[in-house]
């Protein structure tokens, strides 16, 4: 029993400290449109990696199957972003926001890789649900409203509706995995 | 023994009432075969349906067009009895229907969207 705690309160540290870099960045400084652009980037890249570990590592159905749409839904958001800023001849400019969530997601990667194969796929939905809450968040209150270009800012309006569509399909797949 | 007048009296009556009954048959018939089944577009836009509930006539078609940048099926929902399979931005299918349907999106589980046929 303690050994299970214990593992239950080590996935909320880590939870918590995979989303605190965008919680914290609605106190941030405010983001140019080429680092917004750089966050939008790496947040939807370190979704598709994390989508990649469950790929090789869980035998669900439900969870591979999500994965795969997290891989094709987060690399078509990049191909848009990235038509974006060449259209509008904009550079992704990396900036502590970013760089905070790059290194987060390192330390989630390394638990997904590390966590028992039967532990695997709760911990991966856990994860998921806990990551897309933290995106919605920071997409709703830091990057659309700091956001100054207004293509930019369609495009995240445009992204929102997914996010909220994956929120909720991560969290019918977290109800199943833990009857 | 009738006479004459009478026998064209019924004779009239006879061919009014055929007269009347094919032009009744004639109106049913009409009705049918001149109506002609209309199209209804579902968009497929920031993941909903948009219509999400649609009244239609049977025989109807009803097509869904993708104006999202992510890939949308269109699935039946109690036991996924048919799917359109993905399709992306800019592309449609559509489906003649046939009576009441429940449907969903298999890629975004939480689009949903019904068809009912007008009684």
């Not at chain 1, 991966?124 to 270009?149: C, F, R, S, T």
């Not at chain 1, 995240?156 to 997914?162: F, I």
């Amino acid at each position: 029993m303690k050994t299970k705690a214990r593992y239950k309160l080590t996935v909320i540290c880590a939870l918590v400290m995979a989303t605190s870099g965008l919680m914290m960045a609605q106190d941030a400084p405010k983001l140019t449109d080429p680092e917004i652009a750089s966050v939008a980037v790496v947040a939807n890249q370190i979704d598709i990696d994390y989508g990649k570990v469950a790929i090789k590592r869980s035998k669900n159905k439900e969870v591979t199957d999500f994965a795969n749409r997290m891989i094709e839904d987060h690399s078509a958001v990049i191909d848009q972003a990235v038509a974006l800023v060449t259209k509008l001849g904009v550079t992704p400019k990396d900036n502590a926001v970013s760089q905070s969530l790059m290194s987060q997601s390192k330390e989630t990667l390394k638990k997904l890789n590390s966590v028992s194969k039967k532990d695997f796929d709760k911990t991966y939905i856990d994860n998921e649900v806990a990551y897309h809450e933290a995106v919605i968040g920071a997409v709703k209150n830091v990057l659309i409203p700091q956001a100054q270009n207004s293509e930019l800012k369609d495009l995240l309006e445009a992204v929102l509706p997914a996010l909220e569509a994956h929120l909720g399909h991560a969290k019918m797949a977290q109800s199943k995995i833990s009857k | 023994m009738q006479t004459h007048k009478s026998l064209v009296s019924k004779y009239l009556f006879i061919v009014a009432v055929l007269i009347c009954a094919f032009v009744l048959m004639m109106g049913f018939k009409s009705s049918e075969d001149t109506y002609k089944p209309t199209r209804h577009t579902v968009t497929i836009f920031k993941m909903k349906f948009n219509p999400e509930h649609l009244v239609v006539n049977k025989g109807d078609t009803v097509v869904w067009i993708n104006k999202d940048f992510y890939q949308h099926d269109v699935t039946e929902m109690t036991s996924k009895k048919w799917t359109s399979k993905p399709f992306n931005q800019g592309e449609s299918w559509s489906k003649v229907i046939t009576g009441d349907i429940k449907y969903y999106c298999d890629l975004h589980k939480v689009m949903k969207g019904t068809i009912t046929v007008a009684k």
